[in-house]
């Protein structure tokens, strides 16, 4: 396989997030998350027919490394990508079988602003929900949008 796709949390298809993936990345399959409807989690794990979470961990199955790409919202990942990651709930419980099948898979994030104020801890909620899913955290790269 060896093949990486990258997870776009960005709100905005053609803003700085998008600009910078297909500047670095021009060739490796992009998800914009925007594009899918992600039912906020809830804890009996029940989602109307429209929610496509499923369908994204699926197409993500086939590959070797995830690349997840955010904003920075307020020091923080998009809402987004916020609401993807607290779905992977799912994976360790109602979803577990399909779960299992992410150990291994390899992680990093690229993230993207126009201030310059991004340190390590930042990349602590990615870094530390990988290691609980046994996925290979390779680390995170900030992205400075110039003015």
Known sequence: M????????????NGNTTKLIQEIYPEITTLKLI??????????????????????INQILEFDEIIFATPVY?????????????????L???QETIGRKLMG???????TSIGNHLDDKF??????????MHL????????????
């Open 74 to 90: 307020w020091y923080s990942m998009s809402s987004l990508m916020k609401i993807f990651f607290d779905r992977l709930t799912d």
């Open 35 to 56: 594009d899918y409807t992600i039912e906020i989690y809830n804890y009996d794990e029940t989602y109307s027919d429209k929610d496509q979470f499923l369908e994204i």
């Open 105 to 111: 898979k390899k992680v990093r994030v690229m993230t």
């Open 136 to 147: 290979e955290f390779l680390g995170g790269k900030h992205y400075l949008k110039q003015k």
């Open 2 to 13: 060896n093949k990486q796709i990258i997870i776009n949390g960005s709100h905005n298809k």
């Open 123 to 132: 990349f602590l909620p990615f870094e530390e929900t990988m290691s609980y």
């Open 92 to 94: 360790i419980g109602s």
